[in-house]
């Protein structure tokens, strides 16, 4: 497949994570380079669900992981071959192609069997077998091909039916205890010149006479023949070779293996390992929900690159990372929080600057390259600036922050106060959300020396909704510190009319003892004029979680 370089912030994803993904794979694309594309790993809050929906542009793909699975290693440049072709012409066909094989699919595209080698090999032999009967399923039409006969008289051309071989080599008394011995079976007789059989054939009402090496029967033989329903062609090739040939007229359907297991796009490598290593043919087909072949995997695939890879926008830990990260190339990463550690195998592109926003970061880059910010991105941007620095007021805003936002409403005419409150309102509705739903939405994890911690961040209207559910929050906090084997858990809910926060948090009994802020209630904490947690929270937090660690 061609190769997809996808753009994706880190999990649970907020505005600018989201947003600077859509605007730097549109910036790539407007470059040359359509390969690269915009993604998400985690549904979106409903902040910016609302700002791809006021601004009527389409989601960035959702890809919830990238473990390794078929649809990164495959073949999609694969040829199918109809059930009804014969083998001749299929292994004519396999001659041409990269894979030695190949789906066999019925006439509406959905998979039969596969044709490989080994296993049409063994099915000719078997037909081959002297010690046993040549009966075979064939059609008129597929021997005419095979053999590239001379049709001359053809009967049902395209009706198959289980063809009982037979060489007319024999006397002619022999020959005739053999017809008469298969009058039931569907005859088909292999000739050289012989007047007589041909005569004996006829008479007989065979299937179809084959003449070899280009002789032509007579015009009175040829009257009986039509008379009689006989058909006859004329083989080109003697009767050693047409004898051997004829075995290949078989429809490639009765040669496929249909054994393999067919996987799909979503399948898992190590799902399909097993599978692989018993296949014959060291190949599986891949399909679709109908069945319908879309590429083909192999043992030596697995051995490739995978057909994507990666530009990380809005994070740079690896605890960030959508899941499976570590099995791909890296490109890019462009960032504004603390730096992390995400190891890469080559040296990369790394912008990481102290600015309010990636969505800063984005704008910049557009500007760099002098390219025009289109009319659909400027607004996403504008919105990730003011969502990542509660429109412009946050301590961790800059003048650069201030610059592109100005730049941004200028070009698209949208108000930054007007805009900034519209959205900050649309994501701190949480009535009637639930509180693993709240916890979840904008969670990040963080790694200290020996231990790691989650904290997540929601911004309300009034931080009081959230206490009057705290034993909800709670719970949650616990079962995440608990699932992750964390130290703790922390909840910072921001007010965005006060522009302070409070901090629930569930911790280790030992940890909370270096916790030094004011404590408002039994596991809650006031944090005055503290609304960012990456610029004010974690320096903060990662303090205490170093005392704690001495």
């Known amino acids: 497949m061609n190769k997809t370089v996808y753009i994706i912030g880190h999990k649970n994803p907020d505005t600018d994570a989201v947003v600077s993904a859509a605007g730097y794979a549109r910036l790539k694309n407007l470059l040359g380079y359509p390969e690269f594309k915009a993604a998400r790993a985690g549904h979106l809050n409903p902040q910016t669900a609302y700002i791809f929906e006021k601004f009527k542009i389409p989601r960035p793909e959702y890809v919830p992981d990238l473990i390794p699975k078929v649809k990164y290693f495959m073949q999609d440049n694969i040829e199918t071959i109809n059930k009804d072709v014969s083998i001749w012409e299929a292994i004519a066909k396999m001659e041409k192609s990269a894979n030695r094989v190949m789906p066999v699919v019925d006439n509406d595209g959905k998979y039969l069997s596969l044709l490989h080698y080994s296993g049409f090999a063994k099915g000719v032999l078997t037909i081959l077998n002297p010690e046993k009967k040549h009966n075979f399923t064939t059609s008129i039409n597929l021997i005419l091909k095979t053999l590239n006969a001379q049709p001359i008289i053809i009967n049902e051309p395209d009706k198959t039916f289980k063809a009982s071989i037979h060489v007319g080599s024999s006397s002619p008394e022999t020959f005739v205890k053999r017809l008469e011995a298969h009058s039931s079976e569907d005859i088909v007789v292999i000739a050289s010149d012989r007047t007589d059989i041909h005569r004996l054939c006829i008479e007989h009402k065979v299937k ?177 600036i003011l969502s990542d620095t509660l429109i412009l007021q946050s301590s961790t805003t800059t003048e ?107 911790a280790d009994p030992k940890f909370k003892e270096f916790i030094t802020f004011p404590e408002s209630e039994e596991n809650v904490y006031y944090l005055q004029g503290v609304v960012s947690r990456k610029k004010q929270l974690i320096p903060l937090i990662s303090e205490a979680v170093v005392n704690y660690q001495k």
């Open 208 to 384: 179809l006479l084959i003449t070899t090496s280009g002789y032509v029967i007579d015009k009175k033989l040829r009257e009986l023949a039509e008379k009689n329903g006989v058909s006859v062609i004329v083989s080109p090739y003697s009767t050693a070779p047409t004898s051997m040939l004829i075995a290949y007229s078989m429809p490639v359907n009765v040669m496929g293996d249909v054994e393999i297991q067919t996987v799909s796009l979503n399948d898992t490598v190590s799902k399909i390992k097993d599978i692989l290593k018993d296949a014959h043919c060291k190949y599986l087909p891949v399909v679709d929900e109908n069945k319908k072949v879309i590429g083909m995997i192999s043992e030596h695939d697995l051995l490739k690159e995978p057909n994507i890879e990666v530009i990380l926008v809005d994070h740079n830990e690896i605890t960030q990372a959508v899941e499976g990260i570590e099995h791909y190339k890296i490109q890019e990463v462009i960032d504004h929080h603390r730096i992390g550690a995400i190891p890469t195998k080559n040296p990369i592109t790394f912008i990481n600057r102290p600015v309010g926003s990636t969505s800063t970061q984005i704008t910049g880059l557009y500007k760099e390259y002098k390219i025009p910010i289109p009319k659909d991105i400027a607004p996403l941007l504008l919105c990730g």
């Open 400 to 506: 650069a922050d201030r610059e592109a936002a100005e730049y941004l409403s200028d070009i698209t005419d949208l108000d930054i106060k007007k805009l900034g409150n519209e959205i900050l309102i649309a994501g701190s509705n949480i009535k009637g959300r639930s509180a693993s739903e709240l916890v979840h939405q904008d969670m990040k994890e963080y790694v200290e020396g020996k231990v790691s911690y989650t904290a997540s961040q929601i911004e309300v209207g009034n931080p009081q909704e959230v206490l009057d559910r705290k034993a909800d929050f709670m719970t949650e906090l616990e079962i995440e510190r608990r699932g992750h084997k964390a130290l703790f858990s922390c909840l910072l809910v921001t007010d965005i009319t006060k522009l302070s926060s409070v901090l629930l948090i569930d």
